[in-house]
């Protein structure tokens, strides 16, 4: 598959963003770290999860190479402010280009529905 609009470079962490990504790693939020828990290790469906992943000039919160899937989770900001939201459509956009899927949850949901994340996640990966 040919991608339309991007460059002939490294797409996945590349080095600019190394020491970024590395820092995001030490400091997840609380959201983030009880979701990685469920992620880590190939624990969902035997899918293997990159945390705080590279992609072009931009750092996701977790990513499955085998999906072309990416998982974000977000504050309530993310969903209210017009602005945060333009910024995240842009992005969304730029993955869609890249044939990449992106799943967005609010923080709130990990914690208070789990499962439903878990299962929402699993109902993205190809069947293939």
Not at 57 to 66: E, G, I, Q, R, T
Request: charged residues 35%.
């Amino acid at each position: 598959m040919k991608i339309i609009g991007v460059k002939n470079r490294r797409l996945h962490n590349h080095n600019p963003s190394r020491d970024f990504r590395r820092f995001l790693r030490r400091r997840m939020t609380p959201a983030e770290t009880y979701l990685w828990g469920f992620l880590k290790s190939k624990k969902l469906e035997g899918r293997k999860f990159r945390r705080q992943h590279g992609i072009g000039k931009y750092v996701v919160d977790f990513y499955c190479p085998s999906e072309r899937l990416i998982v974000e989770l977000d504050g309530e900001v993310h969903f209210g402010d017009d602005q945060v939201t333009s910024y995240d459509e842009k992005r969304a956009a730029y993955f869609e280009r890249l044939g990449i899927r992106v799943l967005r949850y609010e923080n709130k949901f990990v914690f208070d529905y789990p499962t439903w994340v878990l299962e929402e996640i699993k109902e993205n990966f190809n069947k293939d």
